[in-house]
């Protein structure tokens, strides 16, 4: 699988993109290889319906994979663009939504590609669990701001890279209880909250809040934390003038 050649965009890793894609099959699958990402889709969703109305709203999902957190934002009443840059993953996503009867707009595109023809489209934009993934994640963070109308909000999700997120995202997880394949994160990838916040206050919005996201495996549950050592949430808004508030 290559990135589709209509890509302007070159902020991808071919490696990355083939490792989800031949996940696709088994990506609704609550048991399967993103069984973590089932339990951590209620609190993700639940993170950004308590701080942004959804119903009505223009909402963009990057890094959408097969459209777990997609169609949770649709049910809630949003209007959801999806976008993704493995076509295998779109594919599942888009035969999933015809199953479930989920509207969502599936698209293979690039963040940055997006912006580049919709500035300032969409009230809310989520990207969850992607940065981590990407080369350059402070393109990503501008891309949404540019993708975000004045006012509208931006909802992340990322790994901190910290001795204890190796121990528990690396070791423990792909390694000791195999709840994911290995090689699904490198450590060095990890992003620091103080360097999220330093990409989203250059790229012009102000960061409101960064949440602890803490997954029990023994209970295959997940909730907020006020740790933020592992696997955190962030939430910023976009000013409504260009000056500020």
Same mark, same amino acid.
């Given at each position: 699988?290559? &990135? @589709?050649?209509?890509?302007?965009?070159?902020?991808?890793?071919?490696?990355?993109?083939?490792?989800?894609?031949?996940? $696709?099959?088994?990506?609704?699958?609550?048991?399967? @290889?993103?069984?973590?990402? +089932?339990?951590?889709?209620?609190?993700?969703?639940?993170?950004?319906?308590?701080?942004?109305?959804?119903?009505?709203?223009?909402?963009?999902?990057?890094?959408?994979?097969?459209?777990?957190?997609?169609?949770?934002?649709?049910?809630?009443?949003?209007?959801?663009?999806?976008? %993704?840059?493995?076509?295998?993953?779109?594919?599942?996503?888009?035969? +999933?939504?015809?199953?479930?009867?989920?509207?969502? %707009?599936?698209?293979?595109?690039?963040?940055?590609?997006?912006? $580049?023809?919709?500035?300032?489209?969409? %009230?809310?934009?989520?990207?969850?669990?992607?940065?981590? +993934?990407?080369? %350059? @994640?402070?393109?990503?963070?501008?891309?949404?701001?540019?993708?975000?109308?004045?006012?509208?909000?931006?909802?992340?999700?990322?790994?901190?890279?910290?001795?204890?997120?190796?121990?528990?995202?690396?070791?423990?997880?792909?390694?000791?209880?195999?709840?994911?394949?290995?090689?699904?994160? +490198?450590?060095?990838?990890?992003?620091?909250?103080?360097?999220?916040?330093?990409?989203?206050?250059?790229?012009?919005?102000?960061?409101?809040?960064?949440?602890?996201?803490?997954?029990?495996?023994?209970?295959?549950? &997940?909730?907020?934390?006020?740790?933020?050592?592992?696997?955190?949430? $962030?939430?910023?808004?976009?000013?409504?003038? $260009?000056?500020?508030?």
């Amino acid at each position: 699988m290559t &990135a @589709p050649r209509d890509t302007v965009s070159s902020n991808y890793d071919q490696a990355e993109l083939d490792k989800f894609a031949a996940l $696709a099959n088994r990506w609704w699958d609550v048991d399967g @290889p993103q069984k973590p990402l +089932h339990a951590l889709n209620p609190v993700r969703l639940d993170y950004v319906a308590g701080r942004a109305p959804l119903r009505g709203a223009r909402v963009l999902d990057i890094g959408c994979g097969g459209g777990l957190l997609s169609e949770a934002l649709a049910k809630e009443g949003a209007q959801v663009t999806a976008i %993704d840059l493995a076509p295998e993953l779109v594919k599942v996503a888009r035969l +999933h939504g015809l199953e479930s009867g989920v509207q969502v %707009d599936y698209r293979v595109q690039a963040a940055e590609d997006l912006a $580049a023809e919709q500035p300032g489209a969409f %009230d809310v934009v989520t990207c969850m669990e992607m940065l981590e +993934h990407v080369p %350059d @994640p402070g393109s990503i963070v501008r891309a949404c701001a540019t993708l975000l109308k004045p006012g509208g909000q931006l909802f992340l999700s990322t790994i901190n890279r910290t001795a204890a997120a190796f121990a528990v995202a690396v070791v423990g997880a792909e390694y000791v209880a195999r709840l994911l394949p290995k090689g699904t994160h +490198h450590y060095q990838d990890f992003i620091k909250p103080a360097e999220l916040g330093a990409w989203v206050r250059e790229a012009g919005l102000q960061l409101c809040d960064v949440s602890g996201m803490a997954y029990e495996p023994w209970r295959n549950r &997940a909730r907020l934390s006020s740790r933020t050592d592992i696997n955190y949430l $962030a939430h910023a808004r976009k000013p409504e003038t $260009a000056g500020g508030e």
